[in-house]
């Protein structure tokens, strides 16, 4: 099994900044890609950053130059949050895509139990 453990949420306000964690451990070989999903009251969970084994990264259009999101060389990504918005609030998940094995051919994809961000006005 594979366990994505997040830390780091908080109440902040508008301006200020946050910093999530997400540390993945279990039965893991590789990590192919790993993201950072929020869902707001009453919306949709979407895709807010995103970031491959090669350090390629993509973000959604409303986090652009706001939201940095990094990782280590094992099993750790970040979600630096700077210059934070009301409409940030939200909870925040992380997302894994895990190579078991090294013989698996694709790979099994993975959520934490996500930490809530509020950002008041």
């Known amino acids: 099994q594979v366990q994505l453990v997040e830390s780091g949420g908080g109440l902040v306000q508008a301006g200020g900044s946050l910093r999530l964690s997400c540390v993945a451990s279990g039965s893991i070989f590789s990590i192919a890609r790993m993201a950072w999903f929020r869902q707001g009251p009453g919306k949709e969970r979407v895709m807010v950053a995103a970031i491959t084994s090669g350090g390629a990264t993509d973000y959604v259009d409303s986090v652009k130059g706001r939201f940095t999101i990094s990782r280590d060389n094992k099993n750790t990504v970040w979600l630096q949050m700077n210059s934070l918005k009301p409409d940030d609030t939200a909870v925040y998940s992380c997302?894994?895509?895990?190579?078991?094995?090294?013989?698996?051919?694709?790979?099994?994809?993975?959520w934490g139990q996500g930490t809530q961000v509020t950002v008041s006005l």
């Open positions: 997302n894994a895509a895990v190579y078991r094995t090294h013989f698996s051919i694709g790979t099994n994809t993975y």
